[in-house]
């Protein structure tokens, strides 16, 4: 079993909707938790931070840590075609540790 | 420039032939790290550095990875006696402070034929 576990879909929803990706963990020692959003032949971008449990709320994104559960998950609101990307769960154990992603989720939304 | 940046983004190379990723961090971003994506998966971890100390390389697949970062600012990924399933998206990142800062360059395609 992997460490971080994250259905990779492909997920496709119409514009507009709300959509809900999540992610599974079995190291209880992670702490700091990302969303990457990743677009065809890019880098990874940064979208959501939070640390330990709790919501986190940035525009169209929210973020949901619940560490008793080992489970984060990012909520879409109003998905617009630009959405449209692979989205990566990370997380870590310290401030200046390297990351362990999960294997992404493939998102569409069609117009 | 802005960003992280990469070169070359691709890397063309026959089996057994040696290769070389450089990675331009942030300016004056002290870590350092370099990740290998494999197509349809998440990144995984490489190597780490702190300005020009490796302090994490247990990532490295095999012997044949090597990485450097001699004057703590510019790095570069040696892979040695290519192999296929050394064909994948090298990502590089790198952060001022925690992980919260920590961001990537575009990637190096490398096909190994």
Known sequence: QKEVEQDPGPLSVPEGAIV??????????????????????KGPELLMYTYSSGNKEDGRFTAQVDKSSKYIS?????????????????????????????????????? | GAGVSQSPRYKVAKRG???????????GHVSLFWYQQALGQGPEFLTYFQN???????????????AER??????????????QEDSAVYLCASS??????????????????
């Open chain 2, 17 to 27: 032939q040696d290769v070389a990723l450089r990675c331009d961090p942030i300016s």
């Open chain 2, 70 to 83: 001699p004057e703590g600012s510019v790095s570069t990924l040696k892979i040695q006696r290519t192999q």
């Open chain 1, 74 to 111: 990012l909520f879409i609101r109003d998905s617009q075609p630009s959405d449209s990307a692979t989205y990566l769960c990370a997380m870590s154990a310290l401030k200046r540790t390297p990351l362990v992603f999960g294997k992404g989720t493939r998102l569409s939304v069609i117009a």
């Open chain 2, 96 to 113: 001022f402070g925690g992980v919260e800062t920590q961001y990537f360059g575009p990637g190096t395609r490398l096909l190994v034929l």
């Open chain 2, 52 to 66: 020009e100390a490796q302090l994490d390389k247990s990532g490295l697949p095999s012997d044949r990875f090597f």
């Open chain 1, 20 to 41: 809900s990706l999540n992610c599974t963990y079995s190291n209880s020692a992670f702490q700091y938790f990302m969303w990457y959003r990743q677009y065809s032949r």
